[in-house]
């Protein structure tokens, strides 16, 4: 059974504070791993997909890394306006386009 | 394009009743997802359409729990005789094909009461 794990569960920071989240999974072979931005009340925000492992992807503070067994979402100098929970979620090749998520990373940064 | 949009955006019900939620996805995404996420947990899968064909349902989407997607356009989901343990947000996404991202649409957020 697929299965995706987040850490930590939630993480404060100061603006300009740079940090990690974590991100491990277990995948009966992996077409994919997602990670996506979800604010209170609203949907999940897609921002990158990762493919295979030693890939990356940047959008403007954050940096996702994949390894074969977990993902990494680095924040650097991070703003007030980046706090919302971080989901990961893994698409396996046997599974359609069903995805697998884990239980999100909330993130508070404060000015 | 204006995105996935759910309809409606929050639902409070009496237990017993059924529901109706309705999915419009992206209009040339021809695959389509339900997701039910309750708080603090991540989304988890409830089924999934290509085209109009329903071709995965999860063990969790019980008998009480049907989806249509005729047309393959816009897709619902219906609830009968909910029940407490019912009260989640049901997020709907679509996807271009199995390679692509899925967007997801805002969820409709169930209340049983």
């Known amino acids: 059974e697929d299965q995706v794990t987040q850490s930590p569960e939630a993480l404060r920071l100061q603006e300009g504070e740079s940090s990690s989240l974590n991100c491990s999974y277990t995948v009966s072979g992996l077409r994919g791993l997602f990670w996506y931005r979800q604010d209170p009340g609203k949907g999940p925000e897609f921002l990158f997909t990762?493919?295979?492992a030693g890939e990356e992807k940047e959008k403007e503070r954050l940096k996702a890394t994949l390894t074969k067994k977990e993902s990494f979402l680095h924040i650097t100098a991070p703003k007030p306006e980046d706090s919302a929970t971080y989901l990961c979620?893994?698409?396996?090749?046997?599974?359609?386009?069903?995805?697998?998520f884990g239980g999100g990373t909330r993130l508070m940064v404060k000015p | 394009d204006t995105g996935v949009s759910q309809n409606p955006r929050h639902k409070i019900t009496k237990r017993g009743q059924n529901v109706t939620f309705r999915c419009d996805p992206i209009?040339?995404?021809?695959?389509l997802y339900w997701y039910r996420q309750t708080l603090g947990q991540g989304p988890e899968f409830l089924t999934y359409f290509q085209n109009e064909a329903q071709l995965e349902k999860s063990r969790l989407l019980s008998d009480r729990f049907s989806a249509e997607r005729p047309k393959g356009s816009f897709s619902t989901l219906e609830i009968q005789r909910t029940e407490q343990g019912d009260s989640a947000m049901y997020l709907c996404?679509?996807?271009?094909?199995?390679?692509?991202?899925?967007?997801f649409g805002q969820g409709t957020r169930l209340t049983v009461v």
């Open positions: 990762l493919y295979s």
């Open positions: 979620a893994v698409q396996a090749r046997n599974a359609g386009n069903m995805l697998t």
């Open positions: 209009s040339e995404h021809n695959r």
């Open positions: 996404a679509s996807s271009l094909d199995v390679s692509r991202n899925a967007f």
